[in-house]
């Protein structure tokens, strides 16, 4: 396990994979939606758009052909708490990828004209999101649970937000963020150990020190009803309920109960809501969790003439276990969708390398296959139901996104 530290403060951690040919390189920026003001909402995705606009040594399209002469991949994501740019390629054109990530990283250009451009690229991105009313749900729930925190920010921003950005402040917005101890390189794959610590050091050892920005207040968790109408057929249930923070010890048993009440074909909503009453073809329990912060996450598409109907189900199946508690059988089931999930992730480089820089960047650690199969072992129904006691009271949040009357 490849676990160290550059001068300049940019942490480096990979993975060797001997029994295949590729390699997945990624970089873990600590900045996303939740570090921004609400003036400026929407920066770090722009951001994540600029950088594959041009460089001083290299156009666009440029790093889109030097890309495909590889047959390698190239792309990034914006999440609340960090951005992430990544690449796979084999594993002999390792070196073109950082040098690819690196000049994108350090070099981008940033000038005016791709700004405009590139601001209507995400002005349709954020018109196909609102395209999406399961999308929109999640955002007005998100909104209304997390309040005026920038937790509750919608990740690519609003139409005014966007509009207001300025080349001058995604400059100012890289110059802040884009530092070298608020940065992860992880690697996973077919490669030298000595080679990718070389290549780290050449490519991003100049990388400015400045500061990291991954540690966040504590936010409170509201409640409240809210619905929006939209041209549409379908309702858009979405249901929040609190949740826990990151690295909560209790994360495995969060897991778990997601999965026995929502998380597969066998789950409690899925056969109760869909099999047994034909009352929806989506339905789901998730968790999301984020540093000081977390919440249950319940969606369900439905008939507008059933919604009523199928929020109260969720309701009573949640009180149902509240009172009866879970079978051992679903926890059994759901220890073992959740242990096959790890191991098969285990087997993608690309799936390693995101585990790798996200506990990284987040964490400060790297969680072994050992601890992580531990805490599911660990995993008991008591513990399950203790913690769904704990957070699923009458505390909870739902937005519908309804068809027009």
Not at 153 to 173: C, E, K, N, P
Not at 356 to 362: I, K, S
Request: with cysteine; aromatic share 8%; proline share 3%.
């Amino acid at each position: 396990m490849l676990n160290l530290t550059l001068k300049n403060g940019l942490r480096i951690v990979g993975e060797e994979m001997p029994h295949v040919r590729s390699v997945s390189v990624g970089l873990w920026v600590g900045v996303g939606s939740r570090a921004e003001t609400a003036a400026e909402n929407g920066i770090s995705h722009f951001m994540e758009h600029m950088l594959f606009k041009g460089t001083a040594k290299r156009t666009a399209g440029q790093i889109a052909c030097e890309m495909d002469a590889i047959g390698g991949n190239l792309n990034a994501f914006t999440t609340r708490e960090y951005t992430c740019y990544y690449a796979k390629c084999v594993d002999t054109d390792v070196e073109t990828v950082f040098d690819i990530l690196s000049d994108m990283y350090t070099g981008s250009l940033l000038d005016e004209a791709e700004t405009e451009l590139e601001r209507g690229v995400i002005l349709e991105e954020i018109s196909m999101y609102e395209d999406s009313p399961e999308d929109v749900a999640q955002e007005m729930l998100a909104a209304l649970v997390w309040g005026n925190d920038p937790l509750g920010y919608g990740i690519a921003g609003t139409r005014d937000t966007v509009q207001a950005i300025s080349s001058g402040d995604l400059r100012r917005f890289r110059e802040k963020y884009y530092t070298a101890r608020n940065t992860v390189l992880s690697v996973a794959g077919s490669f030298d150990e000595r080679k990718i610590i070389e290549l780290a050091e050449q490519y991003f050892g100049t990388v400015s020190v400045g500061t990291p920005h991954t540690d966040y207040g504590q936010v409170s968790f509201c409640t409240g009803r809210r619905n929006k109408e939209k041209d549409i057929e379908q309702t858009h249930i979405a249901i929040g309920y609190p949740g826990i923070e990151q690295n909560s010890p209790s994360r495995y048993d969060m897991a778990a109960f997601c999965g026995a009440l929502g998380g597969g074909m066998s789950s409690r909503l899925f056969q109760k809501i869909r099999e047994e009453k034909g009352l929806a073809y989506t339905i789901y329990a998730a968790p999301e969790s984020f540093k000081n912060a977390g919440m249950l996450n319940i969606y369900a598409g439905v008939s507008p003439e059933n919604a009523d109907h199928v929020s109260a189900l969720i309701r009573k199946e949640i009180e149902d276990i509240l009172q009866n508690g879970l079978t051992d059988t679903e926890v059994a089931r759901s220890l073992s969708q959740m242990r096959a999930s790890y191991i098969m992730g285990q087997e993608s480089v690309s799936g390693r390398m995101q585990n790798l820089g996200r506990n990284m960047l987040l964490y400060g650690k790297i969680y072994s296959p050992d601890e992580i199969l531990g805490g599911i072992e660990r995993i008991s129904r008591t513990g399950i139901e203790a913690l769904a006691h704990q957070l699923l009271s009458d505390e909870w949040a739902e937005v519908r996104v309804c068809p027009l009357p």
